[in-house]
């Protein structure tokens, strides 16, 4: 399969810049994201670590661009935004509780995770690889409320030197 023909399967679930030459952009769609209201308390132990991956590529050739600069921003304070390098596996041992090993529930995965020595923020710049994609985690402890009770969305803007676009995450 050609990158071209890779290229345009990519895009048909995701949001492209619109610019007609030089870098483009493309992001995810809107995420959806498993949550309810139990698990809507701050620093409880309970996110979700919901993986990103962005791409910039070439829009007159389909080709992937290594090394460009994506900054991405949460607009929520409990939306922040980890590096994919820092994200490890977590392990559960008989009679040691996740708090025993400062350990946190990732509900995307319904799994562990240790992010007790990374550096979460709520802006982080990456650099895309050789194949254009730059992978992020956004962590969502909680998502803000409106007054009937229903969970609002939460946006991540992603930024480079050419573009910039948003996406949301929704609490489904």
């Given at each position: 399969?050609?990158?071209?023909?890779?290229?345009?399967?990519?895009?048909?679930?995701?949001?492209?810049?619109?610019?007609?030459?030089?870098?483009?952009?493309?992001?995810?769609?809107?995420?959806?994201?498993?949550?309810?209201?139990?698990?809507?308390?701050?620093?409880?132990?309970?996110?979700?670590?919901?993986p990103v991956d962005v791409?910039?590529?070439?829009?007159?050739?389909?080709?992937?661009?290594?090394?460009?600069?994506?900054?991405?921003?949460?607009?929520?304070?409990?939306?922040?935004?980890?590096?994919?390098?820092?994200?490890?596996?977590?392990?559960m041992y008989d009679g040691?509780?996740?708090?025993?090993?400062?350990?946190?529930?990732?509900?995307?995965?319904?799994?562990?995770?240790?992010?007790?020595?990374?550096?979460?923020?709520?802006?982080?710049?990456?650099?895309?690889?050789?194949?254009?994609?730059?992978?992020?985690?956004?962590?969502?402890?909680?998502?803000?409320?409106?007054?009937?009770?229903?969970?609002?969305?939460?946006?991540?803007?992603?930024?480079?030197?050419?573009?910039?676009?948003?996406?949301?995450?929704?609490?489904?």
């Amino acid at each position: 399969m050609n990158r071209l023909a890779i290229l345009t399967v990519v895009l048909v679930g995701c949001a492209v810049e619109e610019s007609a030459s030089g870098p483009q952009l493309l992001i995810p769609d809107d995420v959806a994201v498993d949550w309810d209201q139990s698990l809507n308390d701050v620093d409880d132990g309970l996110v979700a670590l919901v993986p990103v991956d962005v791409m910039v590529y070439d829009s007159q050739s389909g080709e992937p661009l290594d090394g460009v600069e994506v900054a991405l921003g949460g607009t929520a304070p409990d939306t922040l935004l980890l590096s994919a390098f820092d994200v490890q596996p977590g392990y559960m041992y008989d009679g040691i509780s996740a708090a025993d090993e400062a350990l946190t529930w990732d509900v995307w995965r319904d799994r562990y995770v240790d992010l007790s020595e990374v550096d979460v923020t709520d802006r982080l710049t990456v650099r895309t690889d050789a194949t254009g994609l730059a992978r992020v985690y956004v962590l969502v402890d909680r998502f803000a409320m409106d007054r009937s009770g229903r969970a609002l969305p939460t946006t991540v803007t992603v930024t480079t030197r050419d573009s910039e676009q948003s996406l949301a995450l929704h609490a489904r």
